[in-house]
């Protein structure tokens, strides 16, 4: 047995900075890579590709997901990661396929039907893929998007996270938590917590976890609403892993510290009087919605063109990454936890 450190000793951060030595220098820093120049028309279009995996227990179950949703969200996770980039157009995806023998066709089939009504709702096509046997359902899906050429010699029009600069805003395209909340009133669907949620929020709560937005019309109404005067430079990524993580990713890679406003967190406004809502917009993870730094004017535009969208806080001087309250003396600190792949 080798000796060394566990993957639940690294923790994710940590397992995907070292993955990233054997890639070129910053391919590994955001939520896809980048390929420069492989567009396929005589403009030149940057490509973006991206791959996750989702796995059956630990990202879905019969319980709580039909196959139709996990196809969705297969998909939504992905194309995510796209818009997450900066991407306006999607290509289309490959699929790989791992399930047991005794796995219903119809399970396979509504699967696939899923990733077809994603890909129709948000463009691409169905690209290929392989399946295999094996003892648990997991799906390998990898993303091709394309960027928006860049107009004249202007810096690419792309979304990175180390982009952010101190003093820029953050903006959040839409509501958090509302996915973690729907995942519980799935898991447990007669606690004290689902007595106290009326039947709207219901609804809205679970097709946030099952039915999830990739924001690639966040993405064309950043690029609409910039101001003339102001150049291309975006800091973000998409909060799938927690509004929290997604914070302190960017003001780590952008080497500054972020400050949040409590007054103005991104909560939808039924679900904010539970005593849970704070931590799960936080924390609650697979939202899907993209946090923005953007210079204080652009944000401004941003806010005013996107429904659903608002200003969270801000980047700051501090040490990379570390997130607090707004207030005096610099706020108290927040833990950043967001999910934990193996934890």
């Known amino acids: 047995m080798a000796e060394g450190p566990t993957l639940a000793d690294l923790g994710e ?102 990733l077809a009504a994603a890909l129709a709702t948000y463009g691409g096509v169905l690209l290929g893929g392989d399946c295999s046997g094996g003892a648990q359902r997991l799906l390998a899906i990898t993303a091709i998007g394309r960027l928006m050429p860049s107009p004249g010699n202007e810096t690419p029009i792309a979304i990175r996270r180390g982009e952010g600069h101190i003093g820029d805003w953050l903006v959040s395209t839409g509501p958090h938590g509302l996915s973690r909340l729907g995942l519980d009133l799935l898991q447990t669907p007669g606690s004290h917590l689902a007595a106290r949620v009326d039947g709207e929020l219901r609804e809205r709560a679970i097709r946030a976890h099952r039915r999830p937005r990739a924001r ?20 973000g990524c998409d909060s799938s892993d927690g509004l929290a993580a997604a914070v302190a990713a960017v003001a780590a890679a952008s080497g500054c510290g972020a400050m949040l406003h409590r007054g103005t967190l991104p909560l939808d406004p039924a679900m904010a009087v539970l005593a849970e809502a704070e931590a799960w917009c936080l924390e609650g993870g697979e939202d899907f919605e993209l946090v923005l730094a953007l210079e204080p004017a652009w944000a401004r535009a941003l806010v005013a063109a996107l429904p659903g969208s608002g200003v ?32």
């Open 13 to 114: 951060w940590e397992l995907i900075r070292r993955l990233g030595a054997f890639a070129p220098p910053g391919q590994f820093s955001d939520d896809a890579a980048l390929i420069p120049g492989a567009g396929l028309s005589s403009k030149a279009h940057d490509l973006v590709i991206n791959t996750d995996v989702l796995v059956e227990s630990l990202h879905f179950s019969d319980a709580t997901t039909a196959a139709a949703d996990v196809g969705w969200r297969a998909a939504a996770a992905n194309l995510s990661d796209l818009a997450a980039m900066g991407c306006t157009e999607v290509v289309g995806l490959t699929v790989g396929l791992v399930a047991p023998a005794s796995t219903p066709w119809t399970w396979v089939e509504e699967v696939y039907g899923g």
């Open 216 to 235: 690639l019309d966040a993405v064309r109404a950043l690029i609409a609403c910039r101001p003339a005067t102001v150049p291309w430079r975006v800091g």
């Open 312 to 343: 969270i806080g801000a980047l700051v001087a501090g040490p990379g990454g570390e997130v607090r309250w707004s207030g005096p003396g610099g706020g108290e600190p927040i833990a950043v936890e967001g999910y934990r792949h193996f934890g």
